[in-house]
């Protein structure tokens, strides 16, 4: 279960202008995302080549602060699009070759080729203060929303197993459970093997 927070209050200077969820949402193609089938038809190919190059996969699960009380006092369908406008919004702060999809009712899932656990934390970051800076419209109010992330990363040797998207999920699934008990707007992550089983 996801713990509530309070949003931060904005901090000073010039803000970017707010989004509305019930802006036109971009086509999944230029924002660079997809359903949960073709995200995995795209993932399988990345970790095969991980495992056979020897190249580091890290995978994030994020989730936005308090998006089960804004559903609850928005209602569901706003809740989604919001949540829509915020895929989107990370998405143009990702690369081309990172795989981004909605993961369930309320996370969004990115795959990151050839990029180390501490590089993926640190674009988890990144995505932090991208999603402070900007102020999305609910109803007659602005909010600046705050994001938890949960990252899990593999590295890949030649003498190790192919990493294992489920396993990679599970892990990152903890360490967004762990985020959001900590209190929410922060990246975790905890210990994995080098070698994650098949």
Known sequence: MFLRRQCPEPSGGTQPPPATPN?????????????LDHFFE???????????????VTLLIITIDDLKAIKYGYGQQIGNQLLQAVMVYLGHNLRKSDIV????GEEVIVLMPNTNKAQGWQGAERLHRVAAQRTFALADSEKFLTI???????????TE???NLDTLISQAKQ????ACQTGGNCTQTIPLPRALPT
């Not at 802006?23 to 359903?35: G, K, N, T, V």
């Not at 999809?101 to 369930?104: L, T």
């Not at 938890?148 to 030649?158: M, N, Y």
């Not at 360490?175 to 762990?178: F, H, N, Q, T």
């Open 101 to 104: 999809a909605r993961y369930g």
């Open 42 to 56: 795209l993932a399988q190919p990345v970790l095969t080549q991980a495992g056979q190059f020897s190249r580091p």
């Open 23 to 35: 802006e036109p949402a971009l086509p999944d193609a230029l924002a660079r995302s997809y359903d």
């Open 148 to 158: 938890s992330v949960g990252v899990a990363g593999w590295l890949a040797t030649p």
């Open 175 to 178: 360490a967004l459970e762990r």
């Open 161 to 163: 197993v192919m990493p």
